[in-house]
């Protein structure tokens, strides 16, 4: 290997421990959740994906190394094995083992409304049409926008399709909780009444918004709950794109643009979710929007 390459791979190397190492302090402080760990895990090449088993494990509570090594051998994980490697039914009995000692695996309060932003063509408006048919007590916002509807989508279920001066009065009667140019293209906007009746009422609100919208009503509404859809990697949010065909290559393109600058925004967001398998994540999204009242 040249030299320079060497160089390159060891500085790498370091980073990657350091990430690492720190990420397990967040864990064992509790600043960060094992559920959001086991998440992210599901991604290639972070710090979660290259935590060893027993080293989370260790970050538990009330568990030392003689334990940790049990409870290892119990899961049928081998000591070898990281986050990042573990089979179906590894990362099933993990999950079910943190959900235990983790009191369900759920995050806080129920929020007065959650937010579901994430990159272009990750599956957010799949999940929430999942959501929309398997779980009736969470309410879907109904966005208004500027775009043009695509074939089979409904005004007044998919989107409020309006034009430049319908978006324009919205704004100028402050009828818009937040509201943005997405892709540099067409205005979308979340009506404000629905939404505040919902959290008036107890209501499960979901908002599937982009992420300057997110930002907005993190602004506006601290206690709203921020997730992140994330998908497994950047070639596969690259097929769903193409895969969708709804926009041609001129759109893609500018699509692809605003999703790296969102794929980097993922920290600022209270969960991220991996939409690896669609039934999964949108299970996990409706536990943390149930919260620890459910
Ligand atoms: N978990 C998944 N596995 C495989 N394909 C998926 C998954 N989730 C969604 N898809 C597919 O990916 C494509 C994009 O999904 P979707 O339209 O829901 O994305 P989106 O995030 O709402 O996009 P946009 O922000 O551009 O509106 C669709 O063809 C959908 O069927
Ligand atoms: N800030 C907001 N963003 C929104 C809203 N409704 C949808 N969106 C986002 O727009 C893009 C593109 O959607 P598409 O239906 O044209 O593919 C996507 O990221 C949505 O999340 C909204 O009310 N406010």
Redesign the pocket.
């Known amino acids: 290997m040249p030299e320079v390459d060497r160089v390159a791979a060891n500085r790498a190397a370091i980073a990657a421990r350091q990430a690492r190492a720190d990420l397990k302090r967040r864990l064992r402080s509790g600043e960060v959740s094992p559920f959001r760990v086991l998440e992210q895990s599901r991604l290639p090449d972070t710090p979660a994906a290259s935590l060893r088993i027993t080293d989370f494990l260790l970050s538990f509570p009330a568990i030392g190394a003689v334990k940790a090594e049990r409870v290892r051998e119990d899961l049928g994980i081998s000591e070898r094995k990281r986050l990042g490697g573990l089979g179906k039914l590894q990362r099933d009995r993990l999950e079910a083992f943190v959900r235990e000692r983790t009191g369900g695996g759920r995050v806080g309060p129920r929020p007065p409304l959650t937010v579901l932003?994430?990159?272009?063509a990750v599956g957010?408006?799949t999940v929430a049409t999942y959501i929309r048919e398997h779980y009736p007590e969470v309410q879907l916002?109904v966005?208004?926008?500027t775009?043009a509807p695509?074939p089979g989508e409904e005004h007044g279920r998919?989107?409020f399709f309006v034009d430049d001066e319908g978006f324009d009065r919205m704004l100028a009667a402050d009828e818009l909780l937040?509201?943005?140019t997405?892709?540099n293209k067409?205005r979308?906007?979340?009506p404000r009444r629905p939404v505040l009746e919902a959290a008036e009422r107890g209501a499960l609100m979901l908002?599937?918004?982009?992420l300057?919208?997110?930002r907005?009503v993190r602004a506006s509404m601290p206690e709203a709950r921020l997730v992140f859809l994330a998908p497994p990697s950047w070639d596969e949010l690259v097929d769903r794109l193409v895969g969708r065909g709804?926009e041609d290559e001129e759109e893609r393109t500018r699509r692809l643009e605003t999703a790296k600058v969102e794929l980097a925004a993922a920290d600022e967001f209270d969960e991220v979710i991996v939409n690896d398998e669609v039934p999964r994540a949108a299970a996990r999204l409706v536990e943390l929007m149930r919260g620890d009242d459910a």
């Open positions: 932003a994430g990159p272009t957010k408006g916002s966005s208004a926008t775009r695509r998919h989107y937040e509201w943005a997405v892709h067409s979308y906007g979340t908002l599937e918004i982009d300057q919208g997110a907005q709804t």
